[in-house]
């Protein structure tokens, strides 16, 4: 469900593409110090931009350290070590891994549930490094709750949605107190939301396939979309970023490089993402497509 939300990088200026993959390598890094270095097979594009926001909260200007890994041992590479961020973005990555392989085990579909039994080992023991409990209790209630829905076969999109929302709202939030808590809540919370929905909406072929749950699947029946219905799924999905974009726009200002991050991914990467919904040709990108790629 992870790896959604990521910049469009042909629209970066060169200085922007170098901080975002040093903030990437930087996390990898991170990842193998504090939770194990097969962590690193769940590295994810939507804890780079947990990175970001919270840096930006905490009015952090990050400077990347040229550093080798084992990928490319001859030539250094230019690497952001966030601290304790990129150490709590670490865990958090671990905690919701180990809850997705979990989850994959009851997919319909043989080549999930084949990699969730090879991977699960390797994240049990990365969850347990995290050592984050009460977080994890919390993720578990929320996923106890979809769990629920999914049995119960709950046909409100909404409903799930914000069950995730609420899931991410918590980990985004971690350990703040005071308005930057406030802000990052929502900022997760919408992120959560858009995650889901946009991931029901391009599952929707496949689960309807396969029996998996699916809201939209059992909502509309299992027939395919109309048009008009694709229009009102996108137009969702751009009301849930005008929400997560109000809520970005509640970080300290400063016009730098993470601040510019963060208007690439929310005005161009995640609205490609989803633009292969629109059905009016004069309104479509011609390089969008599910998966955000061309």
Same mark, same amino acid.
């Given at each position: 469900m992870f790896?959604?939300?990521k910049?469009?990088?042909?629209?970066?200026?060169?200085?922007e593409?170098?901080?975002?993959?040093?903030?990437?390598?930087?996390?990898c890094?991170?990842?193998?110090?504090t939770v194990?270095?097969l @962590?690193?097979?769940?590295? @994810? #594009?939507? /804890?780079? /931009?947990?990175?970001?926001?919270r840096?930006?909260a905490?009015g952090i200007?990050?400077?990347?350290t040229?550093?080798?890994?084992?990928?490319?041992?001859?030539?250094?590479?230019?690497m952001?070590? &966030?601290?304790?961020?990129?150490?709590? &973005?670490?865990?958090?990555?671990a905690?919701?891994?180990y809850?997705? +392989?979990r989850?994959?085990l009851?997919?319909?579909?043989?080549?999930?549930? +084949?990699r !969730?039994?090879? %991977?699960l080992?390797i994240?049990?023991? =990365?969850r347990?490094?995290?050592?984050l =409990?009460?977080?994890? =209790?919390?993720f578990?209630?929320?996923l106890d709750? *979809?769990?629920? #829905?999914?049995r119960?076969?709950?046909p409100?999109?909404?409903?799930?949605?914000?069950?995730f929302?609420?899931?991410?709202g918590q !980990?985004f939030a971690?350990?703040l107190t005071?308005?930057?808590?406030?802000? %990052?809540?929502e900022?997760g919370r919408h992120?959560?939301? /858009?995650?889901?929905?946009?991931?029901?909406?391009?599952?929707?072929?496949?689960?309807?396939?396969?029996?998996? #749950?699916?809201?939209?699947?059992?909502?509309?029946?299992?027939?395919?979309f109309s048009?008009?219905?694709?229009?009102a *799924?996108? $137009?969702s +999905?751009l009301?849930?970023?005008?929400a997560?974009e109000? &809520?970005?726009?509640?970080l300290p200002?400063?016009r730098?490089?993470?601040?510019e +991050?963060?208007?690439?991914?929310?005005?161009?990467?995640?609205p490609?993402?989803?633009a292969?919904?629109k $059905?009016?040709?004069?309104?479509?990108?011609?390089?969008? =497509?599910?998966?955000g790629?061309?």
């Amino acid at each position: 469900m992870f790896g959604y939300v990521k910049p469009w990088i042909p629209e970066l200026r060169v200085r922007e593409e170098a901080t975002y993959r040093a903030l990437y390598c930087g996390l990898c890094r991170t990842m193998k110090k504090t939770v194990g270095r097969l @962590s690193t097979l769940s590295l @994810s #594009y939507d /804890f780079v /931009f947990f990175l970001i926001c919270r840096l930006r909260a905490e009015g952090i200007a990050p400077t990347p350290t040229p550093r080798r890994c084992i990928l490319h041992p001859l030539r250094r590479r230019p690497m952001i070590d &966030a601290g304790e961020i990129g150490e709590l &973005a670490a865990r958090i990555s671990a905690l919701l891994t180990y809850d997705q +392989l979990r989850d994959d085990l009851r997919d319909r579909g043989e080549k999930k549930r +084949l990699r !969730a039994r090879l %991977l699960l080992p390797i994240f049990r023991a =990365a969850r347990r490094r995290a050592d984050l =409990a009460d977080l994890d =209790a919390a993720f578990r209630r929320s996923l106890d709750a *979809l769990d629920a #829905y999914e049995r119960a076969g709950e046909p409100s999109a909404d409903a799930a949605a914000e069950t995730f929302g609420t899931l991410l709202g918590q !980990a985004f939030a971690y350990g703040l107190t005071g308005e930057n808590e406030r802000i %990052l809540y929502e900022i997760g919370r919408h992120v959560g939301r /858009f995650i889901y929905l946009a991931d029901a909406a391009e599952d929707y072929d496949d689960d309807r396939r396969r029996g998996n #749950y699916n809201p939209l699947v059992i909502r509309n029946g299992g027939i395919d979309f109309s048009p008009e219905e694709k229009n009102a *799924l996108h $137009t969702s +999905l751009l009301l849930e970023l005008t929400a997560l974009e109000r &809520a970005v726009a509640l970080l300290p200002p400063k016009r730098d490089d993470l601040s510019e +991050l963060t208007d690439n991914i929310l005005y161009i990467g995640l609205p490609r993402r989803i633009a292969y919904l629109k $059905t009016t040709r004069e309104e479509r990108d011609p390089g969008a =497509a599910p998966g955000g790629e061309k």
